[in-house]
């Protein structure tokens, strides 16, 4: 069973009353545009010092608060990085793992990647592990050797255990705030390669039950196309995330059969189509 989950990440922005004034309406939109939070996971991955002040407003209203990034040692002298210690203290249960923005301005490896997942599991927060080509590999047709090889050495040593704990978000990089969304079908067909990799290395089971979202310039008009597709179960959303009534509608994104049936897809179908 797989529930849509979908994410906002807010990058560096807003101060900690815009952070505030968002979490309140943002309460306010999810009623109005009459969301049922039992049928799809909502969470927002909020700067460091803002998550505690957005978890006193979300309290028991169903919306994660998740970090955008951290260390995998517990502690020690690592001037400017954040534990897992620290944030499974904090209350918080979900992070951002090697996002585009880390991978190319902070020289985030793909080792790192796998070891903060580890490091993540035996804290119990789950990460979103985000993959993706770049224009070139897209352009030069190597985009799937790109994105596989990436997730393998994201996962390098990671147990089926740790890996069924995650989600991975596929983020075609030349559609990550350019306005420039990847097609339904492009990103369908990333998915379901992402998809039948995992299934490779786990098997189907693990694979099947794992959460794949995209991400790149997801908005309220492109969320339900995306959605429906059979291997999409949620988005990670940054700019569109900022708004709250905008994220709400994506929140409410309208594919009723995807809620309703929280439906299992045969990996062996995955595995099918990609041959
Ligand atoms: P975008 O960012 O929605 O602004 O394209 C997505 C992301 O980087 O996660």
């Not at 880390?102 to 035996?122: L, M, N, P, V």
């Not at 983020?171 to 350019?178: N, Q, S, V, Y």
């Amino acid at each position: 069973m797989r529930k849509p989950f979908i994410a906002g990440n807010w990058k560096m922005h807003k101060t900690i009353n815009e952070a505030t004034d968002f979490g309140e309406l943002f309460v306010q939109k999810l009623k109005d545009e009459q969301v049922d939070l039992s049928k799809v996971d909502v969470a927002i991955f909020a700067p460091y010092i803002h998550m505690s002040a957005l978890k006193v407003i979300f309290l028991l209203r169903g919306i994660d608060v998740g970090a955008q990034n951290m260390f995998y040692e517990d502690k020690g002298a690592f001037t400017g990085e954040i534990s897992p210690s620290m944030l499974s203290d904090l209350g918080i249960e979900r992070v951002i793992i090697g996002h585009s923005e880390r991978r190319k301005y902070f020289g985030e490896t793909s080792a790192a990647c796998a070891r903060k997942i580890k490091a993540a599991y035996t804290h119990d927060i789950r990460p979103v592990l985000c993959v993706g080509e770049d224009l070139e590999d897209r352009e030069a047709g190597s985009h799937k050797d790109a994105v596989r090889k990436m997730l393998l050495d994201s996962l390098d040593g990671v147990q089926a255990v740790e890996a069924e704990f995650a989600a991975v978000a596929y983020e075609p990089l030349w559609a990550i705030g350019t306005g420039k969304t990847a097609t339904p079908e492009q990103a369908e067909e990333m998915a379901a390669l992402i998809r039948s990799v995992l299934a490779e290395k786990y098997g189907s089971k693990v694979a099947d039950d794992m959460i794949i979202q995209y991400g790149g310039s997801v908005k309220s008009t492109n969320i339900a196309e995306l959605m429906a597709k059979e291997d999409i179960d949620g988005a990670l959303v940054g700019g569109a995330s900022l708004d709250a009534a905008e994220f709400a509608k994506i929140v409410a994104f309208d594919d009723s059969v995807k809620k309703e049936s929280l439906k299992q897809v045969s990996v062996k179908n995955v595995l099918k189509k990609d041959n």
